[in-house]
């Protein structure tokens, strides 16, 4: 018998669907709970992890930072210093060496990235340039490293040479420098340079009361100089309408992405090198100019000694043609390779360190007018003692001899003070060859680069006293007369057997010039004009020097 109950049927369903429903809401509860805790678990987790690399950034930034008070840069995990000398670059490097080797006594560590080629010593005591510049000055010669580095744009010139390659040169171009014929050529090339050509240019700037840029008339006169005495040739770079010359910028952009090879790793720079890229890119076309230059005039000597040869009586006496005429160890004529590196070298010593050093001097006197006051009184007083001054006037065809140059001793003493400020070669390399200690205490091992800062030693007050940053001519004399420093705290003409050849003449051209100019113009630098070094193989000034020239009148002479 089958009864229906509907109220039982309805309550067993009812049941039914509660229970499943209760079932499926345990199981999405569970599912929830279980999403929940994972994800708890998992933010716990990684703020431990947060926790610990926070701390870790944290240990490595304090003990980083630590080493600034021992080695006087923080020093980065694989980076080194390198973080450092980038933030250096982006201000005045030379003025961002120097105060770091005052704050550690004049000697530090530089440490670079991880299996990179900048680790090496940089130094301003003198009592360790004497000790690599003289005293162990076998053991200190160029090196490997600096030569491969300037190899592509000075080759193996006098200034990248070692050994018998340096010795060779060297002592060629001493007994050159110090012939009679060469000291005459020096002082009548110069002669004819500033009356004929720099004179009638700065003249020309008044007439038309314009602005100038002093550093580029500078570096065009010693470019003439130095080609028409080391060279035989007359490039004709600076007259009246200043030609544009492709060489001079090229050779200025060859030297600068030169230098910035010395604060890249090696390996760095040899990449862009192969792949012609950045700075490598601009050094490889500047490179190329720089060569068609001299290879011009090396073609051109030729061509004039074979017409020469003929008419001994023509024939030049210059540093190219006594190259030229040379042997080398073979019995073979020099190649024009090796004649290419000679000119380019003595280019970078004739044209560059003169012209840079009286930019620097113009700068300086525009800030002391007392010290411009004082070289015009010396320059009319040496004139007056000629025997004919009595009967002559002071005019501005005034033509100084060799004699009146030498003895004005004040101007002598301003030169040598805008060297000491501002040398024309602020820095230089050697590497050593055995290993050895410097008198301060520095352990050198052996492939150690040693950098000498002699920029940073013109500030330091252990080697010049407490007035060290100031223009102050005065340090330089007693009882009037100039006296000379010691190579090894006044370096800007290096020191030792590398001591510069061309010293005497160096100094003989800037007093010449500078008194020419002195004598009739005031030299005024425009206002607002930046003057800040360029960071190049010589301190050129990275934005030139504008200037205005204002004529002397004859009662300011005659006063």
Known sequence: MHFHIPYLSNTMTNLNLTSSSSSSSAAAFAADFNMIYSLTLFIFQNIQTLEILIAITIFIIIHSLKQKVHHGLPIWPFLGMLPSLLNGLRTNLYEWFSDILIKQNGTFHFKGPTFSSLNCIIT??????EHLLKTKFINFPKGTYFRSTVRDLLGDGIFNADDEKWQKQRKTASIEFHSTKFRNLTTDS????????????LEDSVVKSIVIDLQDILLRLTFDNVCMIAFGVDPGCLSQNLPVIPF??????????????????TCVWKFMRLFNLGTESKLKKSIKAVNEFAMNVIRTRKKELSLESEDKKSQKSDLLTVFMKMKNENGIAYSDKFLRDICVNFILAGRDTSSVALSWFFWLLDKNHEVEKKILEEICKVVSQRNEMKKEKFENSLIFRPEEIKKMDYLHACLSEALRLYPSVPVDHKEVVEDDRFPDGTVLKKGTKVIYAIYAMGRMESIWGKDCREFKPERWLKDGKFMSESAYKFTAFNGGPRLCLGKDFAYYQMKYVAASIIYRYHVKVVENHIVEPRIALTMYMKHGIKVRLWKRDDAEIGN
């Open 124 to 129: 301003s005591d003198p009592r360790n340039l």
């Open 190 to 201: 110069l002669f004819e340079l500033v009356h004929s050509r720099l004179l009638p240019v």
């Open 248 to 265: 001079a910028k090229a050779f200025e952009d060859a030297t600068e992405a030169t230098m910035f090879r010395f604060v890249t790793p």
